[in-house]
């Protein structure tokens, strides 16, 4: 049972639905033992971990946006997180991902990110960022293959930032992109 009233989102190989209590295992794993941390800020503990899988399930219910868990559809597991954030301190809506160790670089969060965008302009949001610190360069590749462009360098949360401006949901490419990830 989701924990949100987020909808459900379908692609080719994804169901992409609200937090349920069965992923904050997964979520923990990442936040406290994932390497690609170290891209975000760095390891958290076990309470930081689940203080902010809450705070995404309260995002949800302040904004009507958040994450969305990224379930492999064929195995039903829980295999990362995009969404929308927008936080009291962010300077426009942000399209984040996050993929959990295993999945990363077999173009499912590409899926996910196109189908979320698509969303997103479905529900009135603007052209989205994406904050990317520069040693981030999967998550560069990934913006750059959605179509975003550096649209400014900035300090944010006390890290370099890039952020990289998306194309909006309704241009020729991000249509074509959504055409090539849904059923």
Not at 43 to 49: P, V
């Amino acid at each position: 049972m989701s924990l949100t009233n987020a909808p459900v989102l379908v692609t080719k190989n994804l169901t992409l639905r609200g937090p349920q209590k069965s992923d904050l295992a997964a979520f923990t794993e990442m936040v406290t033992n994932s390497e690609r941390m170290n891209l975000i800020g760095g390891n958290g503990t076990e309470n930081e971990a689940w203080r902010g899988f809450i705070a995404g399930i309260g995002h949800w219910h302040w904004h009507g946006y958040g994450f969305f868990t990224i379930e492999d559809t064929a195995s039903g597991l829980p295999i990362g997180r995009v969404g929308i954030l927008n936080h009291i301190d962010w300077p426009q809506p942000e399209l984040a991902w996050h993929m959990f160790d295993g999945y990363e670089g077999k173009s499912l969060c590409y899926e996910a990110a196109v189908a979320v965008r698509a969303w997103a302009g479905s529900i009135g949001l603007p052209v989205l960022i994406s904050l990317i610190a520069p040693a981030n360069t999967r998550s560069l590749a990934l913006a750059k293959r959605l179509g975003a462009i550096e649209k400014s360098r900035m300090t944010h949360c006390d890290e370099e930032t890039i952020s990289m401006l998306h194309l909006a949901y309704d241009h020729p490419t991000a249509r074509a992109q959504l055409a090539e990830v849904t059923p």
